[in-house]
C-alpha cells in the first residue's frame, strides 16, 4: 500500500510560479513511476507528466510542456511539478499518482494510487 500526500497548492497570479510536492510513503518509492494529472472546474481529469523509475519523462502534449517540468528526488520519497509561466486555465485540483514495479504512466494508463489532490488557481 502506498500513501501519496501532496503539498503546494495556491493561489498564484498569471504568469506566476509553483511548485508541487508529492511524499510518498510505503512500498518502494525508487521503483515507482510517478506522476501527475489534474482536474478543471467542469472537465475530466487530465494526465499532466511522469517521471519513470529511471529519470524518464513523458509530458502531455498539450500546452503544459516547455513549462511544467517533473522530477523527482528518491533520497526524500518524493515528486515535484514545478509549473511557470501559470496560465488561467491552469486551474485545477492536480493529483499526484504512482505505479509501483516501474509500471509504466501514460495518458491511459491504469494508476495503482492517487493522492488526495491540491488546488492550484491562478487569477487573470
Known amino acids: 500500500q502506498v500513501q501519496l500526500v501532496e503539498s503546494g497548492g495556491g493561489l498564484v497570479q498569471a504568469g506566476g510560479s509553483l511548485e508541487l510536492s508529492c511524499t510518498a510513503s510505503g512500498g518502494t518509492f525508487s521503483d515507482n513511476t510517478m506522476g501527475w494529472f489534474r482536474r478543471a472546474p467542469g472537465k475530466e481529469r487530465e494526465f499532466v507528466a511522469s517521471?519513470?523509475?529511471?529519470?524518464?519523462?513523458?509530458y502531455s502534449p498539450g500546452s503544459v510542456k516547455g513549462r511544467f517540468t517533473i522530477s523527482r528526488d528518491n533520497a526524500k520519497n518524493t515528486a515535484y511539478l514545478h509549473m511557470s509561466d501559470l496560465h488561467p486555465e491552469d486551474t485545477a485540483v492536480f493529483y499526484c499518482?504512482?505505479?509501483?514495479?516501474?509500471?509504466?504512466?501514460?495518458?491511459?494508463?491504469?494508476?495503482?494510487?492517487w493522492g488526495q489532490g491540491t488546488q492550484v488557481t491562478v487569477s487573470s
Open positions: 499518482a504512482a505505479n509501483q514495479n516501474r509500471a509504466p504512466m501514460t495518458p491511459l494508463s491504469h494508476v495503482d494510487y
Open positions: 517521471i519513470w523509475w529511471n529519470g524518464g519523462v513523458t
